[in-house]
């Protein structure tokens, strides 16, 4: 005899696996630790194995909510991109070479996507970004971010900072340049912190910074210009080396000069990766491609949602039951209504192909007030 329409046939509800989907990927806790916490403070008894099998129920119900947020990253006018190691283990085949993963990161002040993948090379950050990425990129030197042109690119200053400070340290020709380097970097950021808390007006900064551009990129030319054997270890040639590779880029120094919307470093994405190191060094990273897939999509929707100040387990909890209504009623049935569709990452999102409201400057403003007002 089948069950009655509304009694699931899973033995747990859908905010069950929320909870679990929630306690592992917020709050990071392992996975005895969620079933322990399931035990202690809900009563709810559930081995090692139904824990995993309600973190991927939670993975597959929030996989369009990521791809959403994916495309949206993908057509946003500035991004700051970051990628760091990961560990993914070899239980389910996946990895029979034993790679190292890495997980990269799109941030945008309302949505932040993630990936892991077992290559750090261009192709995967063309597929984070998009082949056709028409932005800005705000990003570190890391030569997979190349493809990108200059004319897009604005280059991360704390980055820089620490080159310069790291020539500062060294001794000779290098000290000099180094500390020609800084001192120019401490007036360029000096007019910034005006700037930002209202002090030197935008266009008064403009006028102020060719001054200071001209004498970073003279520094600059001086190291390049300096004569070194291609197998010089000496500090010098290290000096010469980093000064050769950030000139080449000197271009891409500059864009937060003119444009307003883009940062002069790339913090954003080194804070939304923050948790994502945490989560690899208690954890140890995952064991298999699923499990990766629930380390990104779980971050993605946390902080995302963090961003936009909405609640992370109602979320997954629609989304759960979505997913459930969903696969009940058969996979593409016609006339599904609203109470069996993935809720939105951003309360918009894609269906049948298209976006339901255009991602443009508009949309975005009006959004950002109403979660202000919120």
Known sequence: MPFPADVSIRGYGVR?????????????????????????????????????KLKLEASDAIESAVLEAKTYVQNSPVVGADETSFNQGNVDGSNSKNKKAWLWVGVTPLVTFFQITLSRCTDTAKNL?????????????????????????QLCWAHLKREFI?????????????NALVKQQEKLFELWHRVRDGTLSRREFQLLVP???????????????????????????????????????????????????????????????????????????????AGSNFVARMLTVVTTLKSQRRNVLEFMTQAVSAKRQSQERGRGAEGMGSRGETPYILGWGLKQGRIICPLNHNVRKILIHKLEKS
């Open 129 to 153: 970004l998009g082949e056709n990425f028409g932005g800005i990129l705000n990003s570190d030197r890391y030569a997979a971010y190349n493809w990108v042109g200059l004319e897009q690119r």
């Open 166 to 178: 790291k020539i500062s340290e060294r001794s000779g020709v290098s000290q000099e340049i180094g």
């Open 211 to 289: 001054e200071i551009r001209n004498a970073i990129k003279s520094s600059l030319q001086e190291a390049a210009d300096y004569e070194i054997g291609a197998q010089e270890k000496t500090p010098l040639a290290k000096t010469v080396r980093t000064c050769r590779q950030i000139f080449k880029f000197e271009q891409a120094l500059w864009l937060f000069v003119e444009v307003e919307a883009v940062e002069p470093t790339n913090n954003a994405a080194e804070r939304a990766i923050r948790p994502a190191v945490i989560w690899r060094r208690t954890s140890f990273g995952s064991q298999t491609k």
């Open 16 to 52: 069950v696996v929320a909870l679990v989907a929630v306690l592992s990927g917020l709050y990071r806790h392992s996975t005895r630790m969620v079933q322990s916490a399931m035990q202690d403070i809900f009563g709810i008894t559930m081995c090692l194995g139904t824990v995993n």
